[in-house]
Nanobody
């Protein structure tokens, strides 16, 4: 069984930065992709960023130029560096790991990010 454990959320002022981490434990295998979704109450979960095993990354338009995803395949761990945070970035952030079909197969427990002055 795979578990994803997240850390790094919190309260930050607009323009500030946070770094989220998500480490996998348990049964180990190579994840085709790892990444982050976010969700606010009453809305669908939104894909924020993905990092493929080979190094390709993708971002939602709303976070391009402000967020940076990276991963360490050896651990395996995925990170999300969030800079120039805005009010609209407030959400619960969930990491995921995808298997052979590239779809999320495992989820983290979620970590709250609140951007407020």
């Amino acid at each position: 069984q795979v578990q994803l454990v997240e850390s790094g959320g919190g309260l930050v002022q607009p323009g500030g930065s946070l770094r989220l981490s998500c480490e996998a434990s348990g049964r180990h295998f190579s994840f085709n992709a790892m990444g982050w979704y976010r969700q606010v109450p009453g809305k669908q979960r939104e894909l924020v960023a993905t990092a493929a095993r080979g190094g390709t990354t993708n971002y939602a338009e709303s976070v391009k130029g402000r967020f940076t995803i990276s991963r360490d395949n050896a651990k395996p761990t995925v990170y999300l560096q969030m800079d120039d945070l805005k009010f609209e970035d407030t959400a619960v952030y969930y990491c995921y790991a995808a298997g052979v079909d590239w779809r999320p197969a495992y989820w983290g427990q979620g970590t709250q990010v609140t951007v407020s002055s």
